[in-house]
C-alpha cells in the first residue's frame, strides 16, 4: 500500500510540473465584502524561494474613495454601540483568530519568517487583540474628568470618536503590524480604512476573512492592499478621512502625510521607530490619540429648583 501511494504522488508531481499554476487573485476588504480593486492592477507576490504565491490587488485612489464611504456609512451604528459590546465584538475577532493560527503561521513562513518568529508574532497579534478588548470599556474612564469650575455648574470632559481613519501599517510586518494598527482605532468607536504591507500582504488578506466570519459589522474595518508610495497622498487628502496615522521611517511619506493633512486640518499620527514587540506598541493612549474630547457645562440647581451655588 506505500508502495502504490509513492507511485501516485510520484505520478501527479511529474504531471504537475508539465503545467502552469493558476495563480489565485487575493481580493480587498471593503464594507463587509470582497471586490476585485477598481483600477484592474495587480502585482505578483512571491514566497521566501522566489515562487509566485499569487496575485495582489494594486488599489487605486478610487478603491481609497469607496473603502472611506463604507467607513462613514458604518460610522454611526459602531460609535453608537456600547463600550461593552465593542469589548465582546473585538474579543471575538481573537477568538477567530485563534482557530486559524495554522494558516496564518502557514502564510508567514511562506512570506520569509522562520518558525519561531511566526509563532511569537501569531501569539501577540491574538495578545494584543485581547489587550484592547480589556481596554474598550475602561478607557473612558480613564481619559474623562470632572473638571473643578469657579462658577455653578458641572464641567464634564469625555472622549468621542474622531470618526474615520486611515492607517498605513507597518511594512515589515506580516500580521502584528495590521493588528497594531487597527485595535486602537476600532476600539475607541471609529472606524478605520487600512492599507496593509505591500511587501508581506497575504496575512492581510485572510484576517479580512477573520473579520468577514466574526462580528464586526461590515464597513468598520476596510483593508486595501498596494503601493504606499502611490496610496499615501490619497489618505492624507481625502476629505472625509478625519485622520491619518502610519507606522513606518520613510520621511517622504512623513512630510506628504503632514503638510497635505493641513488642507482640512486631520490629524497626522505618526509613530516612527516603534518596535511591534514592545509595550509602547500597545497602550490606552493610542487610542486617545484617535479621540476627541467633548465637555459640557451643566448648571448646578439648589433645593429650591433654581440655579445657583449650594
Known amino acids: 500500500m506505500a508502495k502504490k501511494k509513492t507511485e501516485v504522488t510520484e505520478t501527479e508531481s511529474a504531471i504537475s510540473n508539465d503545467r502552469l499554476s493558476v495563480l489565485k487573485t487575493y481580493k480587498i476588504y471593503i464594507g463587509g465584502k470582497f471586490p476585485r480593486t477598481e483600477s484592474g492592477r495587480y502585482y505578483t507576490i512571491t514566497d521566501k524561494s522566489g515562487?509566485?504565491?499569487?496575485?495582489?490587488?494594486?488599489?487605486?485612489?478610487?478603491?481609497?474613495?469607496?473603502?472611506?464611504?463604507?467607513?462613514?456609512?458604518?460610522?454611526?451604528?459602531?460609535?453608537?454601540?456600547?463600550?461593552?459590546?465593542?469589548?465582546?465584538?473585538?474579543?471575538?475577532?481573537?477568538?477567530?483568530?485563534?482557530?486559524?493560527?495554522?494558516?496564518?503561521?502557514?502564510?508567514?513562513?511562506?512570506?520569509?519568517?522562520?518558525?519561531?518568529?511566526?509563532?511569537?508574532?501569531?501569539?501577540?497579534?491574538?495578545?494584543?487583540?485581547?489587550?484592547?478588548?480589556?481596554?474598550?470599556?475602561?478607557?473612558?474612564?480613564?481619559?474623562?474628568?470632572?473638571?473643578?469650575v469657579a462658577s455653578s455648574h458641572f464641567?464634564?470632559?469625555?472622549?468621542?470618536?474622531?470618526?474615520?481613519?486611515g492607517a498605513l501599517a507597518p511594512q515589515n510586518s506580516a500580521l502584528l503590524g495590521l493588528v497594531t494598527a487597527i485595535m486602537p482605532i476600532i476600539t475607541g468607536g471609529n472606524t478605520c480604512v487600512v492599507l496593509a504591507s505591500e511587501k508581506m500582504p497575504l496575512c492581510a488578506v485572510t484576517f479580512a476573512e477573520v473579520l468577514n466570519s466574526s462580528d464586526v459589522p461590515g464597513g468598520i474595518v476596510n483593508i486595501l492592499t498596494g503601493s504606499l508610495a502611490e496610496l499615501h497622498k490619497h489618505f492624507a487628502s481625502h476629505m472625509d478621512v478625519n485622520a491619518v496615522s502610519y507606522y513606518g521611517d520613510d520621511l517622504s511619506v512623513i512630510k506628504t502625510i503632514q503638510e497635505t493633512a493641513a488642507i482640512n486640518v486631520k490629524r497626522a499620527l505618526i509613530y516612527k521607530g516603534l518596535d511591534l514587540q514592545t509595550e509602547k506598541a500597545q497602550n490606552p493612549y493610542l487610542i486617545l490619540d484617535t479621540q476627541e474630547t467633548k465637555t459640557t457645562w451643566h448648571p448646578i440647581e439648589n433645593i429650591s429648583g433654581a440655579s445657583g451655588g449650594y
Open 51 to 148: 515562487k509566485n504565491m499569487g496575485n495582489m490587488c494594486l488599489c487605486s485612489r478610487k478603491d481609497v474613495r469607496d473603502a472611506v464611504v463604507a467607513a462613514r456609512s458604518a460610522l454611526g451604528g459602531w460609535a453608537s454601540a456600547s463600550a461593552f459590546n465593542r469589548s465582546q465584538v473585538i474579543y471575538r475577532i481573537a477568538e477567530m483568530l485563534e482557530g486559524r493560527r495554522a494558516q496564518f503561521l502557514s502564510e508567514m513562513q511562506l512570506q520569509g519568517l522562520s518558525e519561531k518568529e511566526a509563532v511569537l508574532e501569531i501569539n501577540a497579534s491574538i495578545d494584543r487583540i485581547i489587550y484592547y478588548a480589556g481596554w474598550a470599556d475602561k478607557f473612558q474612564q480613564v481619559f474623562s474628568a470632572v473638571n473643578p
Open 155 to 165: 464641567n464634564f470632559s469625555v472622549q468621542e470618536p474622531m470618526g474615520v481613519i
